[in-house]
């Protein structure tokens, strides 16, 4: 069971640095007016969405329980096997971490300034750029720094248990 505690852990630490990715790409392309073949179009701002993993208790192997797991029963409700009422807060699932759900275009992602000088200004001087923020996206950055951290803790403190239990 404790294996599935570094699963979950490096879960959350892969999705936050997909997060942390993405936010470097923001703020990297927040001037950005020109598509990567160099013809006009803005740089749209691009955030990340998570999903919980939830993980089947009766096909996931005899490694990640151990040998005095609880024995299924059949919920007569959904028609399903369970494991206990522990294990069937999900419907017969536990979780099994995070993943990244998808990374896509924020709909808000384009302003438009004033700016008669820029290159890709209209006839009237307006132009489009990316609606990145630099305050919101570094706020972003630390909390998800954060919650990867937070992982990474998780991890080491599960191992240092279970070293200790080893030595007892």
Do not use: C, W
Request: net charge negative; hydrophobic share 35%.
């Amino acid at each position: 069971m404790s294996f599935n505690i570094f699963d979950i852990a490096g879960s959350g630490m892969t999705a936050q640095r997909a997060k942390m990715d993405t936010i470097a790409s923001n703020i990297a392309n927040i001037n950005t007016t020109r598509k990567p073949d160099g013809s006009k179009g803005v740089y749209i701002k691009k955030d990340v969405s998570f999903r919980t993993i939830y993980e089947d208790n009766l096909n996931r192997g005899p490694s990640n329980f151990s040998g005095n797991a609880p024995d299924p029963v059949f919920d007569p409700a959904t028609g399903r096997m369970l494991i206990n009422a522990n294990y069937a807060l999900n419907n017969g699932y536990v979780t099994g971490g995070v993943q990244v759900e998808q990374i896509y275009e924020r709909e808000d992602g384009i302003k438009t300034v004033y700016d008669p000088s820029h290159p890709d200004a209209d006839e009237e001087g307006y132009v489009d750029l990316p609606n990145v923020n630099v305050v919101e996206e570094m706020v972003d950055m630390i909390a998800a720094s954060r919650a990867y951290e937070a992982n990474a803790t998780v991890a080491e403190n599960v191992k240092t248990m279970m070293q200790s239990a080893m030595n007892i």
